[in-house]
């Protein structure tokens, strides 16, 4: 009987483990082999996350009953008076579904990824922030439900911010929010 290379490799991990075990030194083999990795505060760290198109976007928007309007009626991303969803981060798009489904309010976007808002690491252009239209209804569930932490600014409990600017809501999504 010939014996393949996986088979062989399992006959001597058996074998190895099993004189570690008669040994006694079974634990600190496990734990030279087990450790995590922690990085330093110094080493660069990066998160993925999961981006979708423009259209999307929108068919997940229409489906949980979520509308958008944009100053331009267009959707282009480098244009500033449309509203587009392109690069929109899948966290975001949950997010805004959760905060439909939770508040049961009306939620009309008026501002997703297109260029014109600030910048930075957590902003519009990279897939974290959207705009909502001002509605009695959706005020009143995050003033309600949310913690007022100061500067017109409220943080939900999964820790995304709704700050209450002069025409609409910017919100920024860490996380989609309970999804």
């Not at 058996?14 to 990085?39: K, N």
């Not at 929108?58 to 282009?76: E, H, L, Q, V």
Request: aromatic letters at 12%; one cysteine or more; glycine letters at 10%.
């Amino acid at each position: 009987m010939r014996t393949t290379p996986i088979k062989a490799a399992i006959v001597a991990a058996v074998a190895i483990v099993g004189s570690l075990f008669a040994t006694g030194q079974a634990s600190a083999a496990v734990e030279e082999r087990d450790r995590v990795f922690t990085p330093s505060a110094a080493t660069p760290m990066s998160v993925l996350v999961t981006k979708l198109s423009h259209s999307e976007a929108a068919a997940r928007f229409r489906a949980a009953g979520i509308t958008w309007s944009s100053s331009g009626n267009c959707s282009n991303r480098y244009n500033s008076t449309c509203t587009s969803f392109e690069q929109i981060n899948l966290a975001t798009v949950q997010g805004a579904e959760t905060l439909k489904r939770a508040s049961g309010c009306a939620l009309n976007i008026t501002g997703g990824t297109e260029t014109g808002h600030a910048s930075g690491t957590y902003s519009h252009w990279n897939g974290y922030k959207l705009d909502y239209s001002l509605y009695t209804c959706v005020g009143n569930y995050i003033r309600n439900n949310f913690s007022y932490i100061g500067g017109n600014k409220w943080r939900s409990g999964s820790g995304n911010i709704y700050y209450l600017e002069s025409n609409h809501w910017d919100v920024t999504y860490y996380n989609c929010g309970g999804c």
